[in-house]
């Protein structure tokens, strides 16, 4: 027995974009943008709105989002009604837009609604319509329903979320994706490959999830370096798609370790949540190795899993050596250790505590000592 939820309509491809103000007029006149640090990028959607006659109003997502930031964009945006909320940027700038369109029609504070540090209390009302058009190929954000939220004040990240928060279309156009900084790329496209892989070995795995893990590991895998290194058409669109895999496998799945840490190591030094996670991968892996049982079903899992990062990172023949060279490639590409992202070993027992609860971690295939948890963050220095 599952569950499985999504959006009500994915359009996928190359040109899919072009149609977003046609489709937010679907909903009505009123319409609210979001979009990240640079405006200029949103142009051309703002101007399609207006061409199709909408009133539109824009919100900017100038970094990744936190407590104070949404109170202040509620501070001006729940005096307007809107019709339709479309997020057009990365992952950050998507959950941003996600948890205004949750949080605007609500009357109670932001802290209220949130996870851990907050009252967790369920949304009492449904959110605005949203349309979500990412802008990278990592995240999954458009089809997820949580919108992870930083709060300074408890140096964490914890999630608003509601099943009612996946958006209600999803436009995933490689063509808006291409251009960024490779470590940009880079962190984005560990992230997509981290985001089929946990919820393959996760606790709460489903028919469903594990058609989607099994189908985007190999293609994820496969796009990686070429994603990465040359930023080909192909590449660009094989890994949208792994991304968006990624995100429908962890809303109906759940995550694990890798996710465990990285929203207490967010929180706690504001590193980019892609680079944590390409960092801790490999670690979580070896620990899931460490703890499996031969001829296991988790086993059989991750021995899919390494088969298929022998095929494609391996400079030997002797197997599982792929996890080790998917490591020393990701470094070669510029990815940075957990200590260069600012974690000490001063803060593992700190971050290993957190961790330890944290949401993500419920679907870990393993229970994780606290002796357990340092050792993965020791391995990923």
């Not at 914890?158 to 209600?168: E, G, K």
């Not at 291409?178 to 985001?195: F, K, S």
């Not at 590991?217 to 796009?223: C, E, K, T, Y």
Request: charge should be negative; charged fraction near 15%; glycine fraction near 10%.
């Amino acid at each position: 027995m599952f569950s499985f939820f999504s959006p009500q309509a994915l359009y996928f491809g190359r040109g899919q974009a072009a149609q977003a103000a046609a489709l937010a007029a679907g909903f009505g006149h009123r319409v609210l943008i979001v979009h990240g640090s640079n405006p200029a990028r949103a142009a051309w959607l703002i101007e399609s709105c207006i061409d199709t006659g909408l009133d539109v109003q824009t919100q900017g997502c100038p970094e990744e989002p936190s407590l104070p930031a949404i109170e202040g964009a509620l501070a001006c945006l729940k005096q307007q009604s809107f019709d339709v909320v479309v997020g057009l940027g990365g992952g950050s700038v998507i959950d941003f837009a996600k948890a205004l369109a949750a949080l605007i029609p609500c009357d109670g504070t932001p802290l209220d609604y949130l996870e851990g540090v907050g009252g967790g209390q369920p949304l009492p009302c449904a959110p605005i319509p949203m349309i979500a058009v990412p802008t990278t190929a990592g995240t999954g954000a458009e089809v997820t329903k949580n919108a992870v939220i930083a709060v300074p004040t408890h140096n964490v990240k914890v999630s608003l979320r509601d099943p009612r928060m996946i958006p209600d279309i999803a436009i995933v156009d490689a063509a808006l994706m291409e251009g960024a900084p490779r470590r940009v790329i880079l962190a984005a496209a560990l992230d997509a490959i981290t985001q089929v892989i946990e919820p393959y070995v996760s606790s709460k795995s489903n028919p469903m999830t594990d058609a989607l893990c099994r189908a985007a590991i190999p293609v994820g895998l496969s796009a990686l370096r070429d994603v990465v290194e040359n930023g080909t058409p192909k590449a660009w669109d094989d890994m949208a798609w792994v991304s968006t895999c990624g995100g429908l496998a962890l809303a109906n799945a759940g995550l694990g370790a890798v996710h465990g840490f990285a929203g207490v190591i967010g929180g706690l030094t504001g590193a980019p949540h892609g680079e944590i996670c390409g960092a801790l991968l490999p670690a979580v892996l070896a620990s899931h190795l460490r703890k499996a049982r031969p001829g296991s079903e988790t086993y059989r899992r991750l021995d899919f899993i390494l088969t298929e990062l022998d095929h494609q990172f391996a400079t030997t023949s002797a197997p599982g050596s792929g996890l080790k060279a998917l490591d020393a490639w990701s470094r070669q590409m510029g990815l940075r250790s957990l200590g260069a992202l600012g974690v000490g070993e001063a803060l593992h027992a700190q971050i290993a505590k957190a961790a330890g609860t944290a949401s993500s971690m419920k679907a870990n295939p393993f229970a994780l000592s606290q002796a357990e948890l340092i050792e993965i963050l020791s391995d990923a220095q």
